[in-house]
C-alpha cells in the first residue's frame, strides 16, 4: 500500500491517545462542565430550566406563569423567577481535511496533526460521559450526530483518520457554509473545537460563528506546520505559490538570505496576530499548535472532570 493511501492514523495510534486522554491535565480559564450525565450539571446560561435560582423585577414580554407571588405579595411589586438551565456536557468538533492541511515538512501532515488533537478531545469527553459530534471538511461535507456510544465516536474518528492523498485545490468546500449550518447541529452549551489552518477561507467568515458564541464556548485551533512560521536556510528553493503569485506560479526563493528569513518570520506572525485578532472579536479563543509537537494536550484545553 501507498504511503498516501494508508489511514493518517492506526488503530494502535488511536489506542495510544485514547489512554492519554485520561490523564490530560486542563488550563482553560473557562472552566468546562464537570459531571457527566444529563440532570447533573448546572450551566452558566440563565433559561427556564428546573432549578429555581433567583428573582428579578418585571420586564415587558415575560412570561406569567413565572411570576412569583409571594415575593409581590411582600413587595407590592412585580416579580419574576429565574432558573438555572441544566444542559448535558458535549463537544462539537469541525475537523478541516482540506487541501492546504495535507502539508507537512517535519514529523507530520498538518491533518494528522489535527487528527491526533481530534482524537484526544473526543477520547477525553468520552471518559467523562459526554456525548461528541462532529463534521469533516473534504471534497463533500460529513455530519457526524451527537453521541455518547463508543462505536460511534470511534466511527467518526475512524472516518477523520482516512488516508488523505494530494488534492485539487478546486475540489474543497466552503467553510464559510458549514459555520452558516453550525447552528442547526449544536446544541446550546456544547464546546465547540475547531480544528483548521484556517487559509483557505476569508477571515470576515467567521462571523458567522456569532449566534454561537452566546451559549457555546468555541475554540479555535490553528494547526500550523514549521515552515510556515520560518524559513529553513536551506539555500535556494522553487516554491509554488509565493509573493502573491498564483497557486501554479514557481518562484525561486533564496532562504538563506537573513534578511528575507526576517521579514518571512515578520509576516508569518503578523498573520497568526490577525487571525487571533478576528477570532477574539467574535469571542472565540484561539490556540496555535504546531504540527510536530508531540503532545497538542499540553497547548489545547480538553474536557476534563473534576474541575471547578
Known sequence: MKLTEQPLLQEQELHVLYERAKLAGLSYSQ??????????????FRGSGMDYEDSRSYEPGD??????????????????KVFREERRPSVFIMLDRRVSMRFGTRKRLKITQANR????IAFA?????????????????????????EANIWHFLEQASQAAPPQERHTSVDMQAVLAELPEYVLPGMHIYLLSDFMQDAQ????????LVKDNPLLAVQIVD??????????TLELQGMCGEGADKLSTVNTADESLRKEFRHAANHYRQDIERQFAKYGVNYYQLKAEDDKPEDTVPLPQAGVE
Do not use: I
Open 31 to 44: 472552566r468546562l462542565l464537570k459531571q457527566p450525565q444529563y440532570g447533573d450539571t448546572l450551566s452558566r
Open 63 to 80: 412570561e406569567p406563569r413565572f411570576f412569583n407571588w409571594r415575593l409581590m405579595a411582600r413587595t407590592g411589586k412585580a416579580h419574576v
Open 117 to 120: 488533537m481530534a482524537a484526544l
Open 125 to 149: 469527553a468520552l471518559h467523562q460521559g459526554w456525548s461528541v459530534a462532529g463534521v469533516l471538511l473534504d471534497e463533500q461535507v460529513q455530519w457526524f450526530p451527537a453521541s455518547q456510544e
Open 204 to 211: 470576515q467568515d467567521y462571523v458567522n460563528l456569532v449566534p
Open 226 to 235: 514549521a515552515a510556515e512560521c520560518e524559513l529553513s536556510g536551506l539555500g
